[in-house]
């Protein structure tokens, strides 16, 4: 999942991006996907005696991997990963071209096994990515159906987080359910709530998008390609964002990045933001956030999104890399990713988790809605800023 840049501040310097990206609340259960290469699949074959796995991010997803995961992986397994990381996602683009270079040149094993990317690689129409199912992967059954559905089976989630709503309960003792009792907070508490300007943070995007999902039908936006069609429904969202921004912070002054709502909880100015689950959590956690402050969700979810990983389609070790996924959606390794310094949501449903990892978020409600980013990501934080910031 990508997550944009946030600049660094003295609440959260210490703090790592872990992803983003934004259907409907996930239910438990797994897809019923073709199987890519029937009951073998979940033990590796004699000759994958390694693996090849190219991934991106921020250093925290490296550490999970190179620290934790592969090493177990390669104990349990004998199998050797090669672990390239690009920090930041950088070079993505050359890392998709190499791997359609292989298919257009009609090679049947590709250098590649396993790569963690931006989810929109994983459907773009030259079908580069495997189609995997439980019966592939059986821990695959462990993962909510509208995750996978997103990639139409072609990656598989195996971390997320979400927007939640942050609020100071000294201030604020009952914090609003629904989008809608949160509009009527704000405007009977001016001045006290933020988010930030969309184009820094996704905290920010999530706290407008759901203005959009108010006025358009969130389906069209999960299970349809994108139409400039439906943008048409956004003008009335943005009529309501400008003229909420009078009863925000300083009269509608947006906190630059995720960081900045936070940095403004933390001194009190506001009572009140929309911020990422996993990095509100790093930093009530490390003392960077006052006690008082605590995190619940409204109903409808604010959106989130998952981390993916995928097999390339003509992958050399295309077992190991089955098995490597299989491993990682264990609630072993998936309690890493909720109880370690990552704070992130599992990729299998909560109920398959250790108690402890289940209570980690109390108060927020763990379950977030999706949106495609893309072309209606960049439409929707240019046209913020022509309509609404302006």
Request: aromatic share 12%.
């Amino acid at each position: 999942m990508k997550r944009w840049l946030r600049p660094i501040t003295p609440i959260i310097a210490a703090l790592f991006i872990v992803t983003a990206c934004g259907g409907s609340t996930p239910n438990a259960g797994g897809s019923a996907a073709p199987s890519a290469a029937g009951s073998a699949a979940t033990s590796a074959a004699p000759e994958d005696k390694e693996l090849v796995f190219y991934s991106g991010g921020d250093t925290n997803v490296q550490d999970l991997h190179v620290k934790q995961i592969i090493p177990a992986y390669e104990k349990a397994t004998g199998i050797k990963v090669t672990f390239t990381f690009l920090e930041h996602g950088t070079g993505a683009q050359g890392i998709y071209d190499r791997i359609k270079a292989q298919k257009d040149a009609g090679k049947t094993q590709w250098d590649i096994d396993l790569w963690e990317s931006d989810t929109g690689y994983y459907t773009r129409p030259d079908d580069l990515f495997l189609q995997v199912g439980a019966s592939d992967i059986p821990n695959v059954a462990k993962v909510p159906k509208p995750t996978l559905d997103f990639v139409q089976n072609k990656a598989i989630p195996y971390r997320g987080s979400s927007v939640v709503l942050a609020y100071n309960s000294d201030k604020v003792t009952n914090p609003p359910q629904t989008y809608d009792d949160l509009l009527a907070w704000i405007k009977a508490n001016p001045g006290k709530f933020a988010y930030n300007e969309p184009s820094t943070g996704g905290s920010g995007d999530a706290f407008v998008i759901s203005m959009i999902y108010k006025y358009s039908d969130y389906q069209k936006y999960v299970t349809q390609p994108f139409s400039a069609a439906n943008e048409k429904d956004w003008d009335a969202a943005f009529t309501a964002l400008k003229a909420l921004a009078p009863s925000l912070y300083s009269k509608g002054v947006y906190p630059k990045g995720n960081a900045g709502t936070l940095d403004l909880l933390n001194r009190g100015e506001i009572w009140m933001g929309s911020v990422w689950s996993d990095q509100s959590t790093q930093a009530l956690a490390a003392g960077q956030l006052p006690k008082s402050v605590k995190i619940t969700q409204i109903n409808p979810a604010f959106n989130g999104g998952a981390a993916y990983i995928g097999i390339t389609k003509n992958a050399t070790h295309k077992q190991a890399a089955m098995k490597y996924l299989n491993f990682l959606l264990e609630p072993a390794q998936q309690s890493l990713i909720v109880t370690g310094a990552m704070s992130g949501y599992p990729g299998i449903d909560w109920q398959y988790m250790p108690s402890d990892a289940r209570t980690r978020f109390s108060g927020a409600d763990k379950e977030y809605r999706l949106w495609p980013g893309g072309t209606y990501g960049q439409d929707m934080q240019r046209l913020w800023h022509e309509k609404v910031a302006q």
